[in-house]
């Protein structure tokens, strides 16, 4: 500790699993919004990652809460929410969006989406997975051309719904710290517009980082006009983002408060590494140049795969030190502008490094068994007639 600070402020209340929570619900939202591309807006060119897209949202929304748990020291005090709500409080309000999100917008999507392929993999496997795909199917063994109609038309009014949701979902992360008024770090009414943009860029850069590793995996060429699409919308919503994150900037250079000296030590001294270069310059930076290249330049298919791979990966990185500098930045000062704290992370305590790199392995491993179940590959499931005269 320096200077001068109250004993409350000596110790930081929100720790690395609080900058997990809004980053693992950002790629959640990014990837609905890649996905919505192909069904509401007609962008055929990102189809084969639509229901890659769809899974991958689906895996990492189950993590989300999961972080926010582990920080109550009561978790099992969160089931209050739903039993008492109360719509003045924010953090409360997240239980409610979560839920409906997760059963009335994701899994319904996801269910009418793959139905064809739950009520085909009914009919042929055997087993235990027989019977896993039947519970599947809810008792709908209805593949007729109208009935995938029918599915069709009430899956693109879901996913119309869902963009707002998805908006809703991370955007009331960002209002709940541009409601701090207290403290100048979050206290803008840009941070919600800035949290959801950024959430876009973190969404599409993961699923695309996602579409080409599996692609390897299973041994098959990448569509590179998929790909090359992807990577267009990447680069213009990073735009965007960092035009907005910029617009903060200014305003807070021009505005000056008597927080700003305090706010500029901080940049300068100790956020300098995980803001000024892994932020902006790793993970903001790099990425802009280098999609902006493939943009420019026609470059061969290798190349570019290797570009949009580090980009991705830069591009997570930065998103991830963005949420690192709110969350944890935010509290390193004193609210008297007079000392300043810092931040010491564990390793197997509960909210130590241990648990936050557990928490971000999980999705990849629930992504995994969801891709085992529910292949999202646009390839047709053997029909029952094919595969008897295959035995």
């Known amino acids: ?52 897209a769809l899974l991958t949202a689906l895996a990492f929304l189950i993590v989300a809460p999961m972080p926010l748990q582990l920080h109550l020291g009561h978790p099992e005090r969160s089931l209050e929410m739903y039993l008492t709500p109360h719509r003045s409080s924010a953090m ?55 009935s995938l109609h029918v599915d069709d038309r009430v899956g693109w009014a879901i996913t119309l ?35 959801i943009f950024s959430a876009m860029v973190s969404g599409i850069a993961l699923v695309m980082l996602v579409y080409m590793v599996a692609s390897r995996l299973r ?52 956020l300098f590494i995980s803001q000024v270069v892994v932020q902006i310059f790793l993970g903001t930076v790099t990425p802009l140049v280098l999609l902006a290249i493939t943009q420019l330049f026609h470059l061969r298919h290798k190349l570019r795969k290797r570009i949009y791979a580090i980009s991705g990966i830069c591009t997570l990185i930065g998103i991830f030190a963005m949420r690192w500098n709110v969350v944890i930045g935010g509290q390193l000062f004193s609210k008297s502008f007079l000392g300043y704290t810092t931040y010491k992370m564990g390793f197997v305590t509960r909210e130590g490094l241990g648990p936050a790199i557990f928490l971000m392995l999980l999705p990849f491993i629930i992504l995994y068994v969801l891709v085992k179940l529910l292949p999202p590959w646009y390839e047709e499931p053997p029909t029952p007639g094919s595969l008897s005269a295959a035995e």
């Open 1 to 52: 500790m320096q200077g001068f600070m109250y004993p409350n402020e000596i110790e930081l209340q929100w720790s690395v699993l609080i900058v997990l929570y809004p980053f693992i619900t950002g790629l959640v939202a990014g990837a609905f919004i890649l996905a919505s591309l192909a069904r509401i807006f007609h962008v055929e060119q990102v189809k084969p990652t639509y229901r890659l």
């Open 92 to 146: 409360a309000m997240f239980g409610f969006v979560y839920l409906w999100y997760l059963m009335a917008v994701l899994l319904m999507e996801i269910w009418l989406d793959f139905r064809k392929d739950i009520v085909i993999l009914s009919q042929t496997t055997k087993g235990v997975k027989r019977h896993f795909y039947r519970v599947l199917s809810l008792g709908s063994q209805n593949i007729s051309p109208g």
């Open 161 to 195: 719904i869902g963009i707002p949701s998805a908006f809703l979902l991370h955007g009331y992360v960002g209002f709940i710290f541009g409601s701090v008024k207290a403290n100048p770090w979050w206290s803008s009414p840009l941070m919600p517009v800035v949290f």
């Open 219 to 270: 041994k098959t060429a990448i569509d590179m006009r998929c790909l090359d699409t992807i990577a267009k919308y990447l680069f213009y919503t990073f735009i965007i983002d960092f035009t907005l994150e910029m617009l903060d900037l200014i305003h807070r250079i021009y505005e000056a408060d008597e927080s700003f000296r305090s706010l500029d030590f901080m940049v300068r001294t100790k």
